[in-house]
């Protein structure tokens, strides 16, 4: 079953700090993986994208990893601000490059808190 | 945000209703999504389209109709609301027709309350 699936459920840390979140997927075949942010009551806003020859992309203070091997993402965080307060969505996609819904698989997300 | 908007942003309604919800875009994508975000869930697609009149279910797809009758509407109907269906609903819109680096971009989102 293609799954993704998303560690810690929560985490809050101080402004400053750098933290990492997780993500495992099942998906197959893979295509890409991104990892969106979602503010309170907002819509899930892209941070980067990552194809299955790509290791590394930032974005800012954003770093994600891809491991197609082991089928595991991370989401590193540096220097924390309270605007990261959000929570992180890693969504994986299927393939089927012809195919209009592209068989996204969504985690669950990490909700994080930044405190001062 | 790809110039999405939803409407309305938030609504309170009765058991048995019908309720419309409504997506509109700016820039001409051809592809649009709705989706349902609940607690404990990731979010879950209902129906998608992929061009004016050519829709297809999604996930969750039950108890729900859409229609594109225009390239920038995309309209999601509750035909009998159910207190199940209360949920945070993004529209979405994907911006190319399915090279790898494609990426959708969500709408603001609807909460919805069924009572």
């Known amino acids: 079953k293609n799954q993704v699936e998303q560690s810690p459920q929560s985490l809050i840390i101080l402004e400053g700090k750098n933290c990492t979140l997780q993500?495992?997927?099942?998906?197959?075949?893979?295509?890409?993986l991104r990892w969106y942010k979602q503010d309170t009551g907002r819509g899930p806003v892209s941070l980067t994208i990552m194809t299955f020859s790509e290791n590394t992309k930032s974005n800012g203070r954003y770093t994600a990893t891809l491991d197609a091997d082991t089928k595991q993402s991370s989401l590193h965080i540096t220097a924390s601000q309270l605007s990261d307060s959000a929570s992180y969505i890693c969504v994986v996609s299927g393939g089927n490059y012809g195919g209009s819904q592209g068989n996204l698989i969504f985690g669950k997300g990490t909700k994080l808190s930044v405190k001062p | 945000d790809a110039g999405i908007t939803q409407s309305p942003r938030h609504k309170v309604t009765e058991t048995g209703t019908p309720v419309t919800l409504r997506c509109h875009q700016t820039e001409n994508h051809r592809y649009m999504y709705w989706y349902r975000q609940d607690p404990g869930h990731g979010l879950r697609l209902i129906h998608y389209?992929?061009?004016?009149?050519?829709?297809d279910k999604g996930e969750v797809s039950d108890g729900y109709s859409v229609s594109r009758s225009k390239t920038e509407d995309f309209l999601l109907t509750l035909e009998s609301a159910t207190s199940s269906q209360t949920s945070v609903y993004f529209c979405a819109v994907k911006t190319s027709g399915g090279a790898p680096g494609e990426t959708q971009y969500f709408g603001p989102g609807t909460r919805l309350l069924v009572l």
């Open positions: 389209s992929y061009g004016v009149k050519d829709t």
């Open positions: 993500c495992n997927y099942t998906v197959s075949p893979f295509s890409n």
